[in-house]
């Protein structure tokens, strides 16, 4: 027989991305609009900031029932699971770094991997 999941919250039960700090504290943004600006910049809807991050650094956009994360040129570069993406559609547990500031996606209804899958 399996534990009772835990109840999701509204910050929970929706699409975000979870900034993971350097220090092991963490910051989650709801993705509550599209799109969605990330950067350094004290006006980006997604605020990372960190020094190597660009003040305009990416977006994440929703397509449909999909998001998708597009670098906007950014000199020090978007990874998804370690590899430098222009473009790429996201899913559930994907590690995106804008430069060295490491994130997380995840999506509603899906156990985030990094609380031991509940």
Request: negative net charge.
């Amino acid at each position: 027989m399996s534990a009772p999941k835990e109840k999701p919250t509204p910050e929970t039960s929706r699409p975000r991305l979870i900034w993971e700090r350097a220090d092991g504290s963490q910051e989650m943004f709801p993705l509550l609009t599209s799109p969605m600006t990330v950067g350094r910049d004290e006006t980006a809807d997604i605020r990372v900031d960190e020094a190597l991050v660009s003040r305009a650094h990416a977006r994440i956009e929703r397509r449909g029932d999909r998001y998708v994360v597009v670098d906007l040129g950014s000199t020090n570069l978007t990874r998804v699971n370690g590899e430098v993406v222009l473009e790429r559609e996201l899913h559930h547990g994907d590690e995106v770094r804008f430069a060295r500031a490491k994130c997380r996606f995840l999506v509603e209804g899906g156990a985030d991997p990094l609380a031991g899958g509940v």
